[in-house]
């Protein structure tokens, strides 16, 4: 909770530092990096970081969080802050970092607003917003750092690739195995796991792939789509693994995070995905097929084509396992390969949707932000729709 001292201070100065968030945040990140090469280098995206969209999803999430504090002042941080400290696991960071950051934040802010604005009162008050979301962060992390067995942020482990799978002609499977004889961590259906490349020059990029088996099936799978590279760094990664990832190369895979997960409870569910995003939700498949296999399920999937969709048989097999379930296809250029498919956008008003759904999308954003969108329409509420998004979180604040 934010203190009274703060408060007003905070709430007069939200819409200023608000509307120069992206350039205080570009400051911030050309600073720490000019001191730390380092974590540019081997922790932080160089796509999103050239693209502007990290700069962007840590401006909406401050925003958000400070919005939070002074419109919610008694509401827990934890659910706000859940995906960025899961994401942050999956990286390695560490309560180190958080100090970091602050004495380079800080100093941006100084540097866009000037000292007429940022007075130390006004930094007192922000200071205080920063540490109570740092602190919430580090909280959370510890303890998904706890639940992954790690010794402090340390979750990392050399995998071997078992078998490489190509599913499209931009998509590839690769089945994982421990190059050790340590069983494989338990995770949670929905969660995805970070891996490092070592690329061209040194540098060891990071980049989080969902996991498309169900818990407790050894190996682990992972499906990489090949990013268009529309300019270095983009793609980077996706592309060294398209070229490189083969059977017997070993990565270096962290533990499983993510909070898109499963919930308790026999509840109807909504699976709703675009291109790449469909592999959270064969996990979630094949979980329910396996355990659940009575539960009502709709399943919904859009793509270029059917010779783009990948894992296309396998969520067919998945989906008629499950004597409830419903699948749904729309394709931008649909052919003879899915009769039944639906041509263009999804259209949510078509589905016969039961009250009470719970529904799971994952996917693009602007596919994401649609299919909510005529969820919330048709009286599905704002707490029932979960999404994942790959990359930064642009979507913070603005839901």
């Excluded at 009162?121 to 979301?133: K, Q, T």
């Excluded at 919430?136 to 071997?160: C, H, K, N, Q, S």
């Excluded at 097929?289 to 296309?312: C, I, L, M």
Aim: hydrophobic share 40%.
């Amino acid at each position: 909770m934010l203190s009274t001292r703060s408060v007003p201070v905070v709430r007069a100065t939200l819409p200023v530092v608000g509307a120069a968030l992206e350039r205080i945040t570009d400051r911030f990140y050309r600073r720490l990096f000019e001191e730390c090469p380092e974590l540019l280098r081997d922790l932080f995206n160089r796509g999103n970081q050239a693209n502007g969209s990290q700069q962007q999803a840590l401006a909406g999430s401050i925003a958000a969080f400070a919005g939070m504090l002074l419109e919610r002042p008694d509401d827990r941080p934890d659910e706000l802050l859940l995906r960025i400290a899961h994401k942050h696991a999956s990286l390695g960071v560490t309560p180190d970092q958080y100090r970091l950051v602050h004495r380079h934040l800080f100093a941006a802010i100084a540097e866009v607003l000037g000292k007429d604005t940022v007075t130390p009162e006004v930094v007192a008050a922000w200071d205080e917003v920063y540490w109570l979301m740092a602190n919430a962060l580090i909280a959370v992390e510890a303890r998904l750092y706890r639940d992954a067995g790690a010794t402090g942020a340390d979750t990392w482990r050399r995998m071997v690739i078992a078998e490489r799978r190509t599913e499209t002609r931009d998509t590839v499977s690769l089945t994982l195995r421990p190059a050790d004889d340590r069983p494989l961590a338990a995770f949670r259906p929905g969660q995805y796991v970070s891996v490092q490349a070592q690329l061209p020059g040194g540098a060891r990029q990071i980049r989080q792939y969902s996991l498309s088996g169900a818990p407790g099936r050894a190996p682990w799978r992972i499906t990489v789509k090949r990013v268009a590279a529309d300019g270095a760094p983009n793609g980077e990664v996706s592309h060294w693994l398209h070229a490189h990832a083969r059977p017997g190369v070993a990565l270096t895979v962290s533990a499983p995070f993510g909070d898109l997960v499963l919930p308790p409870g026999d509840g109807p569910l909504l699976l709703a995905s675009a291109g790449i995003g469909c592999t959270p939700m064969l996990s979630m498949l094949d979980h329910l097929a396996r355990t659940e296999p009575s539960r009502r399920v709709t399943v919904v999937h859009a793509d270029r084509a059917p010779a783009t969709h990948a894992h296309r048989d396998e969520l067919h097999a998945l989906v008629a396992r499950l004597p409830r379930a419903t699948l749904h296809l729309w394709y931008d250029d649909p052919d003879d390969a899915e009769p039944e498919a639906l041509p263009g956008r999804v259209d949510v008003s078509a589905l016969d949707l039961p009250d009470g759904v719970t529904a799971y999308l994952c996917g693009p954003l602007p596919f994401m932000r649609a299919v909510r969108d005529g969820l919330l329409h048709r009286g599905v509420p704002a707490r029932s729709i979960h999404y994942e998004v790959f990359g930064p979180d642009l979507w913070l604040g603005q839901k």
